[in-house]
């Protein structure tokens, strides 16, 4: 009887070791994934990356910012070569290989040249799996982009990947040209490339809610919306598109932050002047659109709180 009692004191011992570790590990493995935070580095115009140590999400990756035009966003000490619309687009693929080591996903809002055109060669070089409009998908076949990577959506798409999930939501583009912008052209097959900057049409416009472990980021690239595509989302995090042609919209800000929950953290997207190269001051953008945005959320939403991002630099939210 001794003998046995000594074993089961010996076995209970080792169940209550075996549970005690059990739940350390699960404490310290909870622990860990809360204290994991995220990250978001600013490209520019729409552009982003995005991770949370297990997944790297790019969006909209513009990197090569050329000189398009001659108008007055181009400044006379650029000393690049200009590029016109009618020009065949050409990615500074040094730039992005400086700036772009890898990713997994890359998500593409619309199919315009300041959204998708160095998503070619990014995709090439990262094996990235891509989500965009048949549009986007038809352009990057023509460029040799291989179908396993590519994710075509419509709106209203919501799939699960490892690690990372992502609702596509259907959306519209920005009210350009004093609101008489309107293009419905599609590409329905592959077209001949290399494209030339004016052949990068938009192809329909979408939003993503990109949800990772702790945090969803609601995602824009335009300074517009379809608000009952947007009721019910409550991220904690918004990519919101700040810029002029928001101006032009009914209550853009109130109905913006209503249909959105009040996010607790907004960041402005696409403001920025994208002819200019990196390193170029974008103070007056600063002070013309995002300083007046910020104040007025704050006016509609005081705990929600605005960060102003800057090229290159990142943004870690825990």
């Known amino acids: 009887m001794i003998t ?5 004191i010996s076995c209970s011992k080792s169940i209550l070791v075996s549970a005690i570790f059990a739940i350390s590990f699960f404490i310290s493995s909870i622990a860990e994934a809360q204290n994991n935070p ?14 949370d ?9 513009y990197i090569t910012r050329m000189k398009l035009g001659t108008g007055p966003g181009i400044s006379a000490e650029d000393s690049r070569q200009t590029v016109l619309r009618s020009d065949v687009f050409v990615s500074d693929t040094l730039l ?8 997994d996903f890359i998500l593409v809002h619309h199919s315009h040249f300041d959204h ?5 060669y990014i995709a090439k070089k990262t094996g990235a799996k891509v989500i965009g409009t048949e549009t986007t998908r038809n352009i990057l076949r023509g460029y040799g982009i291989p179908e396993e990577q590519l994710y075509p959506v419509k709106g209203g798409e919501d799939y699960q990947f490892e690690n990372f999930s992502i609702q596509v939501i259907p959306s519209i583009h920005s009210a350009l040209n004093d609101k008489h912008y309107i293009d419905s052209r599609t590409y329905t097959e592959v077209p001949n490339t290399p494209l030339k900057v004016s052949e990068f049409i938009e192809g329909g416009s979408l939003m993503f ?38 101006l032009g919209l009914y209550n853009y800000n109130e109905r913006l932050l ?33 300083i007046p945005f910020q104040e007025d959320v704050k006016r509609l939403s005081p705990q929600t709180k605005v960060i102003i991002p800057k090229h290159l630099g990142t943004i870690t939210i825990e």
Not at 53 to 61: A, E, H, Q, R
Not at 116 to 120: E, H, I, N, T
């Open 116 to 120: 998708l055109a160095d998503v070619p």
């Open 209 to 246: 809610l990109a949800r990772f472990a702790n945090h969803n980021i609601l995602t824009m690239a335009s300074m517009n919306f379809i608000e009952r595509e947007l009721l019910g989302q409550k991220p904690d995090i918004l990519l919101a598109g700040v810029n002029r042609s928001q």
């Open 53 to 61: 140590g297990k997944i790297t999400v790019l969006l909209d990756p």
């Open 96 to 103: 992005i290989d400086s700036l772009i080591t890898k990713a």
């Open 258 to 290: 209503a249909v959105t929950n009040y996010p607790k953290t907004i960041i402005p997207t696409h403001w920025d002047n994208f002819r200019l190269p990196y390193g170029f001051s974008q103070q007056s953008g600063v002070e013309q659109k995002l």
């Open 38 to 51: 995220i990250q978001l580095k600013y490209f520019g115009t729409a552009g982003w990356e995005i991770t």
């Open 4 to 8: 046995l009692n000594k074993k089961r």
